[in-house]
């Protein structure tokens, strides 16, 4: 479609001046129809074309190192952060990936391990005993030493105040960025000292122009602002375990209103509705739908590429989801919201259709639902308009383009 071509357009420009950190992230992990085995970068490449088609702005990578657990490890297991022939492929495999998105206009990000090494009784490729903490494992979740120092599920912790473990680990990073990479997830964010972050790491890719976020594995909105100001985004996870709650038969939507990180900071919250830690919530599609029109950098999870729904909802993330936030309707099972003159999304979580009548920001207008799921309704003089949601469904309503 014609308004589709001009946003891609208008993309490829931000690509070209290097001022893109929003769109929409596919994260390609685990094969479909087998989630034993890792994507390779080999099938990454055959599915690009899918990808761009789509509309995904970028791709996440599982880690690329060398890793201990052989062909079937996602990678989070780093045994030589040089080798960067790994269960996906060769580095000469990962370059080409990394062109040819490119060549798209596809954003590819990198999976870093920063935090740990796998579980070698401290001797790896360049990596001794001392470069080590030895802590034993974290017992209170709570004590942020021992969430820093411990070994997280028993893999050996790297202790990032040597100064060589720092060199290496920048080693690691600068031939990462080398290979063309646009952005980076830091791994296990929290379990390494904000300083670290901040005064070596994340404020050196910013001034690369990369767009980097952390996986911070918590739900309190204070220690994820914490991670925000070393100048990452983070993963939302107080987003995620309200949307958890939320979309399940007895969840309130209420609670979703202005709720995590992308409530109240958008550009620093990467949403989502599962990964690769934590499954999606019951009402899964729901779920999409939200993250796919609310503030924040939405990550579709090892998703089905020809999902049409999905799809749709890539676009309309892309194309119509911008602008400030405004409630205009809540109850326990229906939420409609605006994004600033350009959209009005609704939710319903009843098994019956509902329709209520909400102020939206255009007046005597025919407003069309991109999802496809109900005919056009038009506003009245005053901007009200009764919006019509099909029993557990949505829609992302516009004015006609």
Request: net charge negative; proline share 5%; aromatic share 12%.
């Amino acid at each position: 479609m014609r308004v589709r071509s001009l946003w891609w357009a208008a993309f490829l420009l931000m690509i070209a001046n290097g001022t893109v950190q929003a769109g929409t992230l596919v994260v390609l992990q685990h094969q479909p129809g087998d989630p034993t085995r890792p994507w390779t970068w080999g099938k990454i490449i055959q599915q690009l074309p899918a990808v761009h088609a789509a509309g995904y702005t970028a791709i996440l990578l599982s880690p690329h190192e060398s890793a201990c657990g052989g062909g079937y490890s996602l990678g989070y297991d780093p045994y030589d952060f040089r080798n960067f022939n790994s269960a996906h492929g060769s580095e000469k495999q990962l370059a080409t990936l990394v062109r040819k998105a490119h060549e798209l206009g596809v954003q590819v990000y990198a999976d870093m391990v920063m935090n740990h090494m796998c579980t070698n009784n401290f001797r790896y490729p360049r990596f001794g005993p001392n470069d080590f903490h030895h802590a034993g494992k974290i017992e209170d979740w709570n004590n942020q030493w021992q969430v820093e120092n411990g070994a997280l599920i028993g893999l050996d912790d790297l202790a990032q105040e040597s100064p060589y473990v720092r060199g290496e680990l920048w080693n690691y990073l600068v031939k990462t960025n080398d290979m063309g990479f646009d952005g980076y997830r830091w791994d296990a964010a929290k379990h390494v000292p904000r300083w670290y972050w901040s005064d070596h790491v994340v404020n050196n890719v910013r001034s690369w122009g990369k767009y980097s976020f952390g996986e911070v594995y918590i739900s309190d909105l204070g220690v994820l602002q914490s991670y925000i100001a070393t100048g990452m985004a983070v993963t939302d996870y107080a987003l995620y375990f309200k949307m958890r709650d939320a979309f399940r038969l007895g969840g309130d939507l209420r609670t979703l209103d202005g709720a995590g990180v992308a409530g109240i900071d958008g550009p620093n919250a990467l949403t989502f509705v599962q990964n690769h830690d934590v499954g999606p919530p019951a009402n899964r599609m729901l779920a999409y739908a939200f993250i796919a029109a609310y503030p924040g950098y939405p990550a579709f999870f090892d998703v089905d590429l020809r999902d049409a729904n999905l799809n749709n909802l890539v676009w309309v993330q892309n194309t119509l989801a911008n602008g400030a936030y405004a409630n205009v309707f809540k109850d326990a099972d229906t939420l409609v919201f605006t994004r600033g003159d350009r959209l009005l999304a609704g939710i319903n979580q009843r098994g019956n259709a509902v329709q209520p009548r909400v102020h939206s920001p255009w007046n005597n207008t025919e407003l069309h639902d991109y999802s496809g799921h109900v005919p056009n309704r038009r506003t009245d003089e005053g901007g009200w308009v009764d919006v019509a949601i099909p029993a557990l469904s949505y829609v992302m309503m516009a004015p006609l383009r």
